[in-house]
């Protein structure tokens, strides 16, 4: 198929209306989905509807008679928790831990008797109302999907599919219709920051490499998503490839680039090869190449994977790994939009960035503004992971109060076995290694860029990690601080030294070695960290650590005075000893007892040798009528 | 049993180098992509063909060895038939990543320090986050992502890799099919 035909078809409604009445059913084939068999699902639906009779299409085209099903694979939906997902549209059915052995039935009841497989749909944890779809499931009816609409429903590895949908049709109107400043305008219009952390005004920065005087300008997407706990970039490559492709070449036309480049997280093996595919699909279709629709400009686009260095998220230090480097950052000014990669203006988006802007382009930048907040517009995608019911990927506009993602949209938090547990919260960590925690009091903060800031946390990528009170938060600060400490590329001292330093403080309070100077030797240790670092990762490293002193600043002074763990996390606090009254001396301790450290006579209470105990909890797992205790 | 992966032996290595390095045109600035492409092949990085590639970009070793050491995906050492990556991401570790870490390396006798066993079979590590946080705890065994396991399933998949190994003429036909072994 023509390209530039089936653009000026799509969205005259000819391409689309045909399509819409294709009974589809859609099998999830994110990274979650797959790990749990995604694909055998798919090959088994394949085998299964060829056997019933049904007619089946495994490709979208234009000849479409409208009597067949259409079978497809998607990006990721993110409900990984309850994968392998299949839907069933326009039926509005979402199943839910679909096995191979499951989809006989969906096929015989579902698409040939128009029937519910009741046992495969989603049962809401907290009413245990079984939840036929999407629009009936708190999960999703609470989401505002924007970016993420495409991604469970497109084929990923199908440029026509995207193309039908609307796809690429923002990039003709800036490629053909839009001059660079029109184009830059209606962005910094429509008052889009950067997703990936900093929240900076993607049109004024568009704006700055526009105005460079540069026969060479770059483009480069950040897919280097380091922060652990955040998968939204993952998901979106994953999804809809051809959206950040479509984003890249709107930024370079605004900018006056002609070379692109995606940085790949190199964790991400399904992503950098959909990625890849993607480009190769829109070169083959003469999207890419050396005759942009049509008006001679040329557009290239390369993938290129990371070697993972978490600094690299950074745009100095990534400029610097995509050169052949060391992924280490430089002093700013100059901004990469002034002298980036190989020394011409460069422009590095986040991924989630660069997918909001062929939408800004088709409703215009006053739909994109009247959803979120007005310093904050548009929605953003949170990764919604630990203690909650509901894992997963979660789009909601600006200004969404925690309480909205954690109860209503998390379905509440949970305790370590995963069952509801009322009163649980203890704690959200936002936006991973740089980020802070916020606590039951935050609950009700609209999230947004400023708010966050002014609470000690940030937007970060959009890592949300709940916690529930079993967590508790010395350690958790401490995971943080391992993180940046081994992720410091070692250029500023105070980075380098003062987070191992940070590291140590830590573990004395961990372990029991900490007095009343450490804590205070923290925060001064923290507050140097901040001032003495060049890049992001050093202002940011020594945030976990303060915010969750200025937050739990109890729990910590429980460690350091009474050396106590309220968690029982702290191995090295924890004094473990068997209750005298209740010990029956059935003799199940000393077996489980990897020291020999109890000893006891036979129906006699026994006792812990404290010098030979490792505090291993063996003991206590093993005693059937919780008599050890302390631990 | 499993052989170490030699680094050179024979011009015949350097071959595979050199088609590599002809790929990416000897471009400097193509020093990452080709010592990926060389890890494909060899598993690792051996110094041996580090100091090939210095001389054949015409920078000095010290570069390379800095890149090679800089970026956490290069292995200076090679590492065992089955690489075993338990995900320490925040949802994974709020989750309980840690026993599962724990117990793998109890079973397979592997440390912090030295993550490989002596049998060259299995190499133990830990990777900041595999973005599959929905299914945490994670690990990743040969490219094949296991969700939501438990330090006992953990151990009862090392021993189904045992026993596959044990029995030769199964190894074949269950291999998974991700990146080739060593073909010479």
């Not at chain 1, 006792?607 to 009528?625: D, Q």
Request: hydrophobic share 35%.
């Amino acid at each position: 198929m023509n390209n530039t035909e089936a653009l000026s078809t799509t969205g005259k409604g000819t391409g689309i209306s045909t399509h819409a009445q294709v009974r589809r059913v859609i099998i999830c084939a994110g990274t979650g989905c797959m790990a749990n068999g995604a694909m055998k699902v798919y090959e088994q639906f394949k085998r299964e509807i060829a056997g019933s009779g049904l007619r089946v299409i495994l490709e979208l085209r234009a000849e479409a008679a409208g009597d067949e099903i259409r079978l497809s694979k998607s990006g990721c939906q993110g409900f990984c928790q309850m994968g392998p997902l299949v839907s069933v549209v326009p039926d509005g059915i979402l199943y839910t831990k679909v096995r191979s052995e499951d989809v006989a039935d969906i096929v015989q009841q579902t698409l040939a008797g128009g029937q519910v497989v009741e046992r495969l749909l989603y049962k809401d944890p907290s009413t245990r109302k079984s939840c036929r779809g999407l629009e009936d499931n708190p999960f999703y009816a609470l989401q505002n999907r924007l970016v993420l609409s495409e991604c469970g429903f497109l084929d990923p590895e199908d440029i026509h599919e995207y193309m039908l949908h609307g796809g690429y049709r923002a990039a003709r109107k800036a490629f053909v219709e839009m001059s660079p400043e029109e184009i830059c305008k209606t962005i910094t219009d429509s008052g889009l920051r950067g997703r990936g952390g900093g929240g900076f005004p993607t049109g004024r920065k568009w704006d700055a490499a526009r105005v460079q005087n540069s026969a060479k300008k770059y483009i480069i997407c950040n897919g280097d998503e380091g922060d652990p706990g955040a998968f939204m970039n993952r998901s979106v490559m994953e999804g809809n490839p051809h959206s950040v492709i479509e984003g890249m070449m709107i930024a370079a036309r605004a900018i006056g680039a002609n070379e692109m480049l995606v940085y790949v997280r190199a964790e991400y093996p399904l992503a950098v090869e959909r990625m890849r595919n993607a480009v190769a699909d829109a070169e083959r279709e003469g999207i890419l190449g050396k005759d942009v629709f049509g008006t001679g400009l040329a557009v290239k686009c390369e993938v290129m994977e990371g070697a993972g260095a978490f600094v690299c998220g950074e745009e100095t230090a990534m400029i610097a790994s995509i050169e052949g480097q060391r992924g280490m950052p430089r002093p700013k000014p100059p901004f990469p939009a002034q002298s980036g990669l190989w020394g011409k203006p460069t422009i590095i988006n986040n991924v989630e960035t660069l997918a909001h802007v062929s939408r800004i382009l088709n409703v215009g930048s006053e739909v994109f503004k009247s959803i979120g907040t007005k310093d904050s517009p548009g929605t953003k995608t949170f990764a919604l992971t630990g203690h909650v019911a509901n894992t997963g990927l979660v789009e909601v506009p600006f200004g969404t109060p925690l309480r909205e993602i954690v109860y209503n949209i998390g379905g509440g938090v949970t305790d370590d076995a995963g069952k509801i547990w009322k009163n649980g919260f203890k704690a959200v960590q936002i936006g991973g290694p740089s980020g802070g925690c916020l606590t039951e009091d935050h609950l009700d903060l609209p999230l947004a860029y400023e708010s966050l800031r002014s609470v000690g946390a940030m937007v970060g990528s959009g890592g949300l990690v709940a916690m529930n009170q079993g967590t508790c938060m010395v350690s958790i600060a401490r995971f943080f601080m391992e993180f940046t400490q081994r992720e410091s590329c070692g250029k500023c001292v105070l980075c380098r030294e003062g987070t191992r330093q940070l590291l140590a403080l830590l573990d004395d309070v961990i372990e029991g070695r900490a007095d009343a100077g450490t804590l205070d030797l923290l925060e001064k240790l923290g507050h140097s960290v901040q001032i003495g670092s060049l890049c992001g990762l050093g202002k940011t490293a020594p945030n976990p650590v303060l915010s969750t002193m200025r937050y739990f600043r109890k729990e910590y002074e429980e460690h350091v005075f009474e050396k106590r763990c309220r968690t029982g996390r702290c191995k090295a606090l924890l004094s473990p000893e068997i209750n005298q009254v209740k010990c029956k001396g059935c003799g199940l301790c000393i077996k489980a007892c990897p020291t020999g450290a109890i000893t006891g006579e036979k129906k006699q209470p026994h006792h812990i040798n404290p010098e030979l105990c490792i505090k291993c909890g063996a003991c206590a797992t093993a005693c059937k009528i919780h008599a050890v205790e302390g631990i | 049993m499993a052989t170490t992966p030699i680094a050179v032996d024979g011009a015949g290595r350097f071959e595979k180098v050199v088609s590599i390095l002809d790929r990416y045109a000897r471009r400097p600035s193509g020093l990452i992509p080709i010592l990926q492409a060389i890890q494909h092949e060899y598993l690792y990085l051996p110094e041996e063909v580090l100091t090939y590639v210095a001389t054949s970009l015409d920078i000095p070793p010290a570069r390379v060895f800095g890149v090679a050491t800089f970026y956490a995906h290069f292995a200076l050492e090679p590492k065992g038939k089955h690489v075993i990556r338990i995900c320490d991401g925040t949802a994974c570790h709020v989750k309980q990543s840690l026993p599962v870490l724990n117990a793998l390396r109890e079973k397979l006798g592997t440390t912090e320090k030295s993550k490989t066993t002596p049998d060259m079979l299995f190499t133990v590590e830990t990777v900041a986050c595999l973005g599959a946080c929905g299914l945490a705890p994670v690990i990743v065994i040969d490219e094949q992502v296991y969700g939501q396991i438990t330090p006992d399933r953990a151990v009862a998949l090392v021993d189904e890799i045992k026993a596959m190994e044990a029995s030769p003429a199964t190894v074949t036909a269950s291999e998974q099919p991700s990146g080739e072994e060593c073909h010479e």
